[in-house]
C-alpha cells in the first residue's frame, strides 16, 4: 500500500468498528486463558505502545523492535515500541511516544494519532497495555536504544495483511518457555512475532482490512 492511499483512508480507519475481543483472540497463545486465571490483573501495571506507520520508498511501513536479552519474560523478543508509565507522563499516550522516542530515536513530535486501540493485558509481565495507532507523513530517521534494542525492524504493511504470513510454529522456536506448544505468530521480515503484540497486530489488520 503507497503512504498516500493509507492516508487516504486514515479518516475510514478512525471510524472503523471491529470486534476488538474477537480480532485479538484469534491471535493468542492457546495457554492464555490459565495464564490470566493465575494473573493478578487488580494490582496490573501499566504501559504504553505503538503501532507507527511511516513512509519508506512511498509504501507504509510500521515498526518492531527486537528486545535486547535481558533477566525477565519478554527478553529478547519482538514488541512494539514502548513501555511503563512513570509518574511525570501526562497520560499513558504520552507514556507510549516518551518510549517511542526513547527506544527507536524518532523525533514524536511528527507523530500524529490515528486511534486507540483495545486494551490488552499481559499476564507474564503483568502489564495493562495501551496500544495506538499513529502515523508520519514524511520518511524517519531511526536510533535505536542500545541498551533496549537489539534491532528496528520496518516492516511493509502488506505483510500484516497477507495471510500467508500467519503461521504456527513449536514454542520452541520462539521461546524456551513453551516447549511443547503450538502458537499463532505472524512471520515478519524472518522474525515470528507472537502472544501480545500479535494480538494488538490482529486488532491492526482487522480494522484496516474492514475499509479495503
Same mark, same amino acid.
Request: proline fraction near 5%.
Given at each position: 500500500?503507497? @503512504?498516500?492511499?493509507? @492516508?487516504?483512508?486514515?479518516?475510514?480507519?478512525?471510524?472503523?468498528?471491529?470486534?476488538?475481543?474477537?480480532?485479538?483472540? %484469534?491471535?493468542?497463545?492457546?495457554? #492464555? !486463558?490459565?495464564?490470566?486465571?493465575? $494473573?493478578?490483573?487488580?494490582? *496490573? %501495571?501499566?504501559?504504553?505502545?505503538? +503501532?507507527?506507520?511511516?513512509?519508506?520508498?512511498?509504501?507504509?511501513?510500521?515498526? &518492531?523492535?527486537?528486545?535486547?536479552?535481558?533477566?525477565?519474560?519478554? $527478553?529478547?523478543?519482538? $514488541?512494539?515500541?514502548?513501555? *511503563?508509565?512513570?509518574?511525570?507522563?501526562?497520560?499513558?499516550?504520552?507514556?507510549?511516544? #516518551?518510549?517511542?522516542?526513547?527506544?527507536?530515536? +524518532?523525533? +514524536?513530535?511528527? +507523530?500524529?494519532? @490515528?486511534? %486507540?486501540?483495545?486494551?490488552?493485558?499481559?499476564?507474564?509481565?503483568?502489564?495493562?497495555?495501551?496500544?495506538?495507532?499513529?502515523?508520519?507523513?514524511?520518511?524517519?530517521? =531511526?536510533?535505536?536504544?542500545?541498551?533496549?534494542? !537489539?534491532?528496528?525492524?520496518?516492516?511493509? &504493511?502488506?505483510?500484516? &495483511?497477507?495471510?500467508?504470513?500467519?503461521?504456527?510454529? !513449536?514454542?520452541?522456536?520462539?521461546?524456551?518457555?513453551?516447549?511443547?506448544?503450538?502458537?499463532?505468530?505472524? %512471520?515478519?521480515?524472518?522474525? =515470528?512475532?507472537?502472544?501480545?503484540?500479535?494480538?494488538?497486530? $490482529?486488532?491492526?489488520?482487522?480494522?484496516?482490512? *474492514? @475499509?479495503?
Amino acid at each position: 500500500m503507497t @503512504i498516500n492511499r493509507f @492516508i487516504e483512508i486514515i479518516p475510514k480507519i478512525k471510524e472503523s468498528i471491529v470486534d476488538s475481543n474477537f480480532s485479538q483472540l %484469534k491471535m493468542a497463545p492457546p495457554f #492464555r !486463558k490459565d495464564l490470566l486465571d493465575l $494473573s493478578r490483573y487488580n494490582n *496490573s %501495571k501499566n504501559a504504553g505502545v505503538t +503501532v507507527l506507520f511511516h513512509p519508506y520508498n512511498e509504501r507504509v511501513f510500521f515498526t &518492531l523492535i527486537l528486545r535486547n536479552e535481558y533477566k525477565g519474560v519478554h $527478553s529478547n523478543q519482538v $514488541s512494539l515500541p514502548g513501555g *511503563s508509565y512513570e509518574k511525570n507522563d501526562n497520560n499513558i499516550f504520552d507514556t507510549a511516544l #516518551r518510549e517511542t522516542n526513547e527506544e527507536i530515536g +524518532v523525533d +514524536v513530535n511528527v +507523530v500524529k494519532l @490515528i486511534r %486507540k486501540l483495545q486494551n490488552l493485558y499481559v499476564p507474564p509481565s503483568n502489564y495493562d497495555i495501551s496500544p495506538f495507532m499513529v502515523y508520519t507523513e514524511n520518511e524517519l530517521k =531511526f536510533f535505536k536504544d542500545k541498551n533496549e534494542v !537489539k534491532e528496528i525492524i520496518n516492516v511493509d &504493511l502488506e505483510q500484516l &495483511l497477507d495471510d500467508s504470513n500467519i503461521v504456527n510454529p !513449536k514454542g520452541s522456536n520462539i521461546s524456551d518457555r513453551y516447549l511443547n506448544t503450538l502458537v499463532p505468530a505472524y %512471520k515478519l521480515n524472518g522474525y =515470528f512475532v507472537w502472544g501480545a503484540t500479535a494480538m494488538i497486530l $490482529s486488532e491492526v489488520k482487522d480494522i484496516i482490512e *474492514s @475499509i479495503l
